[in-house]
């Protein structure tokens, strides 16, 4: 084993590896995989790993590495639960010029909120290693630097093994975080997005973290970046409203098979006459947050509504974020 070492120094790659990553065995880097609208410098994937993705522009590439165990530790963490090192990557600039550990972070930080938001939970960047022009090994650092770690779940959120959607939707996230106006809405917005996908705090706690999350990208589009309406107009809108102008401007629709999938939900909307699923989903978090104060049966909680609206929260803030990460590329 190397001796640890801790004093800063250029190194040409840094290779760290994730946690509780899916197992995936397909690659992005050959041309017939490659996104039109791709402009940068040629993809090339690292060593002879089955599975690998590459998240690259103009500045920065990283190689996402299926493990050669991966897939028979992901069967055990499917039925024990845990922790465990599925992935390696590699981190180099495109123009192969020498950089600080301090940089590396700052590109990985954005990588693991993206693939924490396409897994559902949180994973880890850990076990470091920096190598020199040469391939010295010359920089370790073995512990997490994001400090959040979730152990292994079942449910994964958008993610797909048998897609490369993986990687399209980077370059939109990555220019997203580096817009000063969006990194810190992004940022707050994935952790409320990923704690209420998890639903470890409760499904009550996860649809207040889901609305909260749906107004703050509400007020940063519609009035920090498109001037759409004012803060005080803005401040003067229910939430529901607030929700309903914000999927509006991004062109969404509440699909009419809705009322399949979501039963109770749109009972309770055709009952309050007509009531929009929105206007049913923040009555349901006012009465969390603010329970009537006289008890009476039809202010009781049912399970299955709260279910309901929690999925349904899950699943509108995730196609928002898809909406607003796309059109930063494409529009």
């Known amino acids: 084993m190397h001796p640890f070492v801790n004093a800063p120094c250029d190194i040409s790659s840094l290779v760290f590896h994730v946690t509780n990553f899916e197992f995936f065995n397909l690659d ?129 959120c958008w993610f797909e093994s048998d897609s490369t959607d993986l990687v399209r939707l980077f370059p939109g996230f990555i220019k997203l975080w580096n817009d000063e106006a969006w990194k810190d809405v992004l940022k707050i917005t994935i952790e409320w997005f990923i704690e209420g996908f998890k639903g470890s705090s409760g499904v009550s706690a996860s649809i207040v973290l889901q609305i909260a999350a749906l107004e703050r990208l509400g007020w940063a589009l519609l009035v920090s970046s498109k001037k759409a309406i004012s803060s005080d107009g803005f401040g003067k809108l229910t939430a529901a409203n607030k929700i309903n102008l914000l999927v509006s401007f ?37 009465k969390i947050i603010h329970p009537p104060a006289r008890k009476s049966k039809s202010n009781d909680f049912n399970d299955v509504e709260l279910s309901e609206a929690w999925i349904f929260g899950s699943q509108l803030l995730l196609l928002c974020l898809f909406e607003l990460i796309e059109m930063d590329v494409y529009k």
């Open 28 to 156: 992005n880097f050959y041309p017939h995989d490659l996104d039109d609208s791709y402009q940068g410098p040629p993809l090339k994937g690292w060593l002879d790993f089955e599975g690998q993705f590459v998240f690259q522009d103009l500045e920065w590439r990283i190689v996402l590495c299926t493990l050669d165990n991966c897939f028979d530790l992901q069967e055990m963490l499917h039925s024990q639960g845990g922790y465990g090192i599925t992935h390696v990557c590699k981190l180099e600039r495109t123009d192969g010029k020498p950089f600080k550990f301090e940089e590396a972070v700052d590109r990985i930080e954005p990588f693991i909120y993206y693939l924490s938001f396409a897994r559902g939970i949180w994973v880890a960047p850990i076990v470091f290693a920096g190598y020199d022009g040469s391939g010295n090994l010359v920089f370790e650092k073995w512990e997490n630097v994001e400090q959040k770690t979730d152990p292994w779940s079942n449910r994964s």
């Open 250 to 286: 991004l062109g969404l629709t509440v699909d009419p098979s809705v009322d399949e999938s979501f039963p109770i939900l749109s009972k309770l909307s055709r009952k309050d006459n007509g009531k929009s699923l929105f206007e049913v989903m923040t009555e349901i978090r006012n």
